[in-house]
C-alpha cells in the first residue's frame, strides 16, 4: 500500500535543507528533500564550485546520497530555492536533475515545488515526458 506524502512537511524539510547551500557564486539557495519508499528522507542542498560547471544541485545532492545509502525506490521530492535571504515562489528542477531523477523515479511520483506555505504538486511525468531511461537501451 502507498505511504500518504506530507507534501508540507517535505516542503519544509527542503527549506531547512536550503539553509546549508553552498552558493558562493550565484547567491542562489536550493534545498531538496527526498522521501523513500521505505520512509527514509534524503536531503540535499546545492554545492557550487569555483569550477562552475563542477556545481551540484540540490536535487542531484540528496539523489546521491540516498542511492549511496542502498535506497533506491522514491516517492516524493519537495524542492525549495531563491536568493540568499528570500524564497523563490517556485524554484523548477533543472533538466540535468530531472534526467538524474528519470534514473530512478516513477513518472506518477509527485514533485513538490514552491514555498512551504503555497506549493503546488506536480508528477514527475508532467516535468519531464518522453524521457530517456535504461529501458531504452
Ligand atoms: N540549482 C539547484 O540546486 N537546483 C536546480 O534545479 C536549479 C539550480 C542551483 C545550482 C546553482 O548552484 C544555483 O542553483 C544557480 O543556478
Given at each position: 500500500m502507498k505511504q500518504a506524502v506530507d507534501h508540507k512537511a517535505l516542503m519544509e524539510t527542503a527549506a531547512r535543507a536550503r539553509e546549508?547551500?553552498?552558493?558562493?557564486?550565484?547567491g542562489y539557495c536550493v534545498g531538496a528533500a527526498l522521501l523513500c519508499e521505505d520512509g527514509r528522507v534524503f536531503t540535499g542542498c546545492n554545492i557550487e564550485n569555483a569550477?562552475?560547471?563542477?556545481t551540484n544541485c540540490a536535487e542531484r545532492t540528496a539523489v546521491f546520497k540516498a542511492v549511496s545509502e542502498g535506497a533506491r525506490r522514491f516517492t516524493a521530492i519537495a524542492v525549495v530555492g531563491g536568493r540568499r535571504g528570500e524564497v523563490s515562489p517556485f524554484c523548477a528542477p533543472c533538466g540535468v536533475c530531472r534526467q538524474v531523477l528519470a534514473e530512478f523515479c516513477p513518472l506518477d511520483m509527485p514533485v513538490v515545488l514552491g514555498t512551504p506555505e503555497n506549493f503546488k504538486v506536480y508528477t514527475f511525468g508532467e516535468l519531464l515526458p518522453f524521457s530517456f531511461t535504461g529501458s531504452e537501451l
Amino acid at each position: 500500500m502507498k505511504q500518504a506524502v506530507d507534501h508540507k512537511a517535505l516542503m519544509e524539510t527542503a527549506a531547512r535543507a536550503r539553509e546549508l547551500a553552498y552558493s558562493p557564486y550565484s547567491g542562489y539557495c536550493v534545498g531538496a528533500a527526498l522521501l523513500c519508499e521505505d520512509g527514509r528522507v534524503f536531503t540535499g542542498c546545492n554545492i557550487e564550485n569555483a569550477s562552475f560547471s563542477a556545481t551540484n544541485c540540490a536535487e542531484r545532492t540528496a539523489v546521491f546520497k540516498a542511492v549511496s545509502e542502498g535506497a533506491r525506490r522514491f516517492t516524493a521530492i519537495a524542492v525549495v530555492g531563491g536568493r540568499r535571504g528570500e524564497v523563490s515562489p517556485f524554484c523548477a528542477p533543472c533538466g540535468v536533475c530531472r534526467q538524474v531523477l528519470a534514473e530512478f523515479c516513477p513518472l506518477d511520483m509527485p514533485v513538490v515545488l514552491g514555498t512551504p506555505e503555497n506549493f503546488k504538486v506536480y508528477t514527475f511525468g508532467e516535468l519531464l515526458p518522453f524521457s530517456f531511461t535504461g529501458s531504452e537501451l
